[in-house]
């Protein structure tokens, strides 16, 4: 399966079968991990954690096993950094038939925490169960994946634009169109699809459009989605990155986050 095989099928698990990862998978994952770089170049660790044996659960998960929490230094762009390295695991894992899902609030933060070692100074934005899918969903998960819309995606000419945020971008390009639908399947905290795209001849600026009320911790969450997205972009596109500001005008709510130039 290619990377944008991976993309699109790629859906979020609550509902798992009850099997444990087999230690094949699991070795293959702890292999993996090791290699992942972000281009924001922020170390991002993450650790591998036996649900019974830590004690770990969350009340939106059935039949899990595992869990997976990363932690990174709180730093800027570091929740970025994080969401980028964390989905590169998430697509990894269903390469491999693994279902996971982001979790950021629905659990014992400080159970999590304890368990994977954070420190001071460091953060763990999110935590994942990793497992194999049930046949069927439960009824708590089609709940939560109609109230938030889970398939429902924002229209292209929403987020994507040439130049200035007034003009839909058009583009022959067939990576690009491929990047930018990437882009556009990637997960959100409740779906909130928060990334917007300028181009500028061969720069994509991406910004956050703000649609979450402040949550207090020392991280947004919505960053987290922007490094997903910058993820799925870069997958399928490649580019270099980095953080400098264009002067295109935004709105209050639109943040510039970095600039992919391919």
């Not at 990862?21 to 991990?33: A, G, S």
């Not at 770990?56 to 230094?73: T, W």
């Not at 839909?168 to 990437?182: F, I, K, R, S, Y």
Request: aromatic share 10%; proline share 5%; net charge neutral.
């Amino acid at each position: 399966m290619d990377m944008m095989e991976l993309i699109r099928t790629r859906k979020s698990v609550r509902t798992f079968d009850g099997k444990a990862v087999t230690e094949d998978n699991r070795k293959k994952l702890t292999e993996y991990i090791k290699t992942i770089t972000n281009p924001f170049e922020i170390p991002v660790e993450f650790v591998l954690l036996d649900a019974k044996g830590h004690g770990l659960s969350s009340p939106v998960i059935q039949g899990e096993h595992l869990y997976i929490a990363g932690k990174v230094p709180l730093t800027e762009h570091c929740a970025e950094a994080f969401g980028y390295s964390f989905e590169k695991i998430v697509l990894y894992a269903w390469s491999l038939g693994i279902g996971t899902t982001w979790i950021g609030g629905t659990m014992k933060r400080e159970r999590f925490e304890q368990e994977a070692g954070v420190n001071d100074g460091e953060i763990m934005p999110c935590v994942s169960p990793l497992g194999y899918p049930a046949k069927k969903r439960s009824i708590k998960e089609i709940g939560m994946r109609t109230a938030i819309k889970a398939d429902k995606r924002i229209k292209a000419d929403d987020l994507f634009f040439e130049n200035d945020f007034s003009t839909p971008l058009n583009t022959d390009d067939v990576t690009v169109q491929n990047a930018l639908e990437a882009v556009r399947f990637a997960p959100s905290a409740v779906n909130k699809q928060p990334w917007r795209i300028v181009k500028c001849g061969s720069d994509y600026h991406f910004f956050e459009k703000k649609s979450l009320p402040a949550s207090g911790a020392a991280w947004d969450v919505q960053k987290v989605d922007l490094g997903i997205a910058i993820c799925h972009f870069m997958s399928i596109a490649g580019g270099t990155l980095k953080t400098e500001k264009p002067d295109i005008a935004s709105d209050r709510d639109a943040e510039y986050i970095a600039t992919v130039t391919l």
